[in-house]
């Protein structure tokens, strides 16, 4: 393959793989396809050799092609779409060990992949464009082998056009481009335990640094206005509701399970009545307890 891809350290990443490495892996898998399908074609017939001074066509990853390299000959380079996270159910969890702490979630990578084929000739930029899109869609199990969900369906070709943005300089005036799009998925598995604890509490501290801390278990968050809480200095009646001296008058601060004293916040000498306020509940009957 061409040594335009790049490669990591074996230290950082063993190999290029779905596991460590997807992006990189589904560009290095189709790159790797088309110098195969052109490798074993008899010379005089687009033979690729991994020579680019013997090779008679360029196949690369990158997305820009020099004129003076490719000469006459054409050229196939590769681009990546916008991938997403396809949900497969509730948090995306697939299994649970309550025993460790171990969550484990599984996802859907849907993307496309775009081949460019570039020639100085309309035809045989056509030509070559069928010839690499039939492929992948007649050799799909080859491809899924390597790890793919899904490959090789729905593959559309485009039109010839000017590839502007593909040759680079005015040159790309004297070329064509048609564009195979290829779309592709993965499956992607990833468990979180315990043990990355220390990540997440980094995590929780840099969000708690840059947002506002909420002030109350309730989840109002830290604002101008009061939190749902009045503090009143009259004193409760002296029975609760379950008392045996009730005698079904309404308690005039509410039910029994509103109340609680505590220490005034600004005269600690002093005890006080708090009542809980709850705004989104709906107003209840006067006796009825919350």
Do not use: C
């Not at 799909?140 to 490959?151: K, P, S, V, W």
């Not at 278990?217 to 009730?246: K, M």
């Amino acid at each position: 393959m061409s040594d335009s891809l790049r490669q990591r350290s074996p230290l950082v990443f063993p190999t290029s793989s779905f596991r460590y490495t997807p992006l990189e892996h589904v560009r290095t898998v189709l790159v790797g396809f088309v110098q195969g399908l052109f490798a074993q074609a008899p010379a005089g017939e687009y033979r690729w050799d991994p020579d680019e001074d013997k090779t008679e066509i360029i196949i690369r990853d990158e997305n820009i092609l020099h004129p003076e390299v490719i000469g006459a000959r054409p050229a196939v380079n590769l681009s990546r779409g916008a991938i997403q996270f396809y949900g497969l159910g509730f948090d995306d969890v697939t299994n649970y060990q309550a025993t460790t702490g171990k969550k484990t979630k599984a996802v859907l990578i849907p993307g496309t992949h775009t081949i460019h084929v570039s020639s100085r000739s309309e035809i045989e930029a056509d030509n070559l464009a069928w010839v690499i899109a039939e492929h992948i869609w007649l050799l799909r199990d080859l491809l899924m082998q390597q790890g793919f969900y899904e490959i090789g369906r729905n593959i559309s070709i485009g039109a010839p056009s000017q590839p502007n943005s593909i040759v680079q300089g005015d040159a790309g005036e004297e070329w064509y481009l048609v564009s195979i799009s290829v779309p592709w998925q993965f499956p992607r598995q990833s468990a979180m335990t315990p043990l990355g604890k220390p990540i997440l509490e980094s995590i929780e501290l840099n969000i708690q640094a840059k947002g506002k801390v909420v002030q109350a278990p309730q989840g109002w968050p830290d604002a101008d206005f009061e939190l749902p809480v009045n503090i009143q200095r009259e004193f409760p009646p002296p029975y609760a509701d379950t008392s045996d001296a009730y005698n079904g008058t309404p308690n005039p601060l509410g039910t029994r399970q509103d109340l609680h004293k505590q220490p005034h916040p600004l005269n600690p000498a002093q005890t006080v009545t708090v009542k809980t306020i709850k705004p989104y509940r709906s107003t209840p009957k006067r006796g009825t307890p919350i």
